[in-house]
């Protein structure tokens, strides 16, 4: 099999794992089985899975469907395949959702409602057929965009013509985990059972909830049901939303969902339909009315899972429809749709977590390959953001010693907070830095953030900066800083999230299955897998030196160290958190 899989593989010399990662990829897939790759960033996990599935694939005859998450790692797969196509043929086509395909930013739903509107205005000329697409490679997002309008074609309906003569399809995570495109690729590419590869797979329980998640304001929904269907009588509906209205409980059992009967959801999903063949007399510009239909929508599939939905007041204005755990509807988007999945990621937490979490039986990788740097990482202790502790003095204690360490390192350097609240407090108290500092914003549209991060990276070689992120924020997962573009990592705080009812809920949902799981499963994992994925951001590209840093005392709770990834876990020393400039220095130094 070895050879197999070296004719799919781009380099020369595979980097130790990779083969093995290649290989279990071929075996989990022709097996039709569900397999999890932790491993490192950097060290060429895409490259190594493609090989494996992209052999599964030819002997099975099965396509691939790949999911990102961002434009940026649609390219980074693009250009793995582009070298794997040197080797052999790969026909491939990457395709995201139709709102960041379109020009017009036209969203994709019940078939494109939108873009209808806009096209029978007559305010898109980009209409021209696509019958044929001819050789256009590689395939980058811009490049597709750029080539179809090029042509007066659009370019949602040019990847999706490229798609269906593909075997590798690299979609974004819309296609699987949003129910309004959930089909959609399926039944417009002919896609029967492929398998499925996800990328940055470690939030995958929170996309699998995403799949029944829906939020809309409670008028909106009493508006669509009497406005616009006074005939029509979705009294069980109407019924259900009254009781959550009136209930004096936080949280609302979905058991509610009985006042429904199943003839109700299904005239309510043809009514909907219905109001989409005409748009110009519905509000569907109108994002609370649009949340409002979602939610409805969505209320067919909530009724058969009623044991596992729940409904929760938000403010006076919203009501949330909340899945509880992904394990009921693990099988509905994705284990029956898929014949093998393998998800990668670099922060999973183990396979215990992993499979507590998802509820299901997987099979589990962790690659720890040797590393060419020297790469240290610490615990700093005698601090912590616990939000009981959460002073002036705290954030007085925390600005005067990172002040001290951008300096020291070479090239940039990230640091990384629980929140903006926190970070700004911090970045309030810093007195002089001698590198100049990148504040993250939620202000900033994500082009202005984008521009921000180019010239952070450009930094690099012209002094050294340093990014003030937010953990679980938009720098810290999924943006690549190569070598000197970020040379060390400091993570200050572990961010768990404040607990709620809903958390509690299902923490103790989890207990019942796995007793003990709950709490860490709910509350410690995720904010491990927020804390490793920031860090991980100073791991990628060659270079002699990363120093990582996890300054909390909870970082020393055996809970957290668990959940930690063996590159991790290894290297850790403790160090006092005054003492960190003085630590840097020396390591610097050398
Ligand atoms: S046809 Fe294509 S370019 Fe035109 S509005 Fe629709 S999605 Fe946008």
């Known amino acids: 099999m070895l050879r197999d899989i070296l004719r799919y593989f781009p380099y020369e010399d595979p980097r130790e794992g990779q083969i093995e990662i290649a290989a279990r990829t071929y075996e989990t897939l022709v097996r039709g089985e569900t397999l999890a790759i932790e491993a490192p960033n950097g060290i060429g996990k895409t490259s190594a899975v493609l090989s494996g599935a992209l052999l599964a694939s030819e002997r099975s005859g099965r396509r691939i469907l790949y999911l990102t998450r961002t434009h940026s790692q649609t390219d980074r797969v693009v250009e793995e395949v582009e070298k794997i196509s040197k080797k052999a043929e790969v026909v491939y086509a990457p395709i995201r959702g139709m709102a960041s395909l379109c020009p017009f930013n036209t969203g994709l739903f019940r078939e494109g409602i939108f873009c209808s509107f806009i096209v029978k205005k007559r305010i898109c000329n980009y209409t021209k057929s696509v019958d044929e697409v001819g050789d256009v490679r590689p395939l980058f997002t811009e490049k597709v965009i750029s080539e179809a309008l090029k042509r007066g074609q659009c370019p949602y309906a040019f990847s999706i013509r490229l798609a269906k003569d593909s075997t590798l399809i690299i979609a974004n995570y819309i296609y699987v985990f949003d129910m309004f495109y959930y089909n959609y690729l399926f039944e417009k590419i002919r896609l029967e059972k492929p398998f499925l590869i996800i990328d940055e797979a470690h939030n995958v329980s929170d996309r699998i909830l995403d799949f029944l998640r829906a939020r809309a304001r409670i008028d909106r929904l009493y508006d669509i049901l009497s406005r616009y269907s006074s005939d029509t009588g979705f009294n069980g509906i109407i019924r259900l939303l009254d009781e959550v209205c009136e209930s004096n409980s936080k949280i609302v059992s979905g058991e509610i969902l009985k006042f429904v009967s199943k003839d109700e959801t299904i005239k309510l999903r043809e009514f909907l339909d219905k109001m989409f063949e005409k748009p110009e007399e519905a509000d569907f510009m109108d994002n609370s009315f649009m949340d409002a239909v979602k939610f409805l929508r969505k209320l067919e599939i909530a009724r058969e899972n009623a044991g596992n939905i729940v409904f929760c007041r938000e403010g006076k204005a919203d009501l949330l429809m909340e899945p509880i755990l992904p394990r009921n509807l693990y099988g509905k988007v994705l284990g029956d749709k898929f014949s093998g999945i393998v998800m990668i990621s670099g922060t999973f937490g183990g396979k215990e977590a992993l499979s507590t979490e998802l509820g299901i039986d997987l099979d589990y990788m ?189 970082y020393k709770r055996s809970d957290v160290i668990e959940f930690l990834p063996s590159w991790i876990k290894e290297r850790i020393s403790y160090v006092k958190w005054g003492d960190l400039p003085g630590v840097f220095k020396r390591i610097w130094e050398t």
């Open 366 to 554: 962790e690659i720890n390959p040797r590393r060419e740097e020297e790469l240290s990482v610490f615990i700093a202790e005698g601090i912590t953001t616990s939000y009981r502790k959460r002073e002036k003095e705290l954030y007085k204690a925390i600005a005067e010693v990172i002040s001290e360490i951008p300096s020291t390192v070479e090239g940039n350097i990230g640091i990384f907070f629980p929140s903006y609240q926190f970070m700004e407090r911090v970045y309030e108290e810093v007195r002089s830095m001698d590198k100049p500092v990148f504040l993250e914003s939620r202000e900033k549209t994500a082009r202005e953030n984008r521009e921000m991060i180019e010239n952070f990276k450009k930094m690099a070689d012209a002094g050294g900066a340093v990014l003030f992120g937010v953990l679980g924020g938009r720098n810290s997962e999924g943006e690549d800083f190569i070598g000197k573009e970020m040379s060390s990592a400091i993570v200050v705080g572990l961010p768990y999230r404040k607990p709620n009812d809903l958390m509690r809920l299902r923490a103790s949902k989890i207990n019942e299955k796995s007793p003990g799981m709950g709490y860490k499963v709910v509350f410690t994992l995720p904010a491990v897998r927020m804390a490793v994925q920031a860090a991980a951001r100073s791991t990628r590209g060659h270079r002699k030196k990363v120093t990582v840093v996890f300054a909390d005392d909870r």
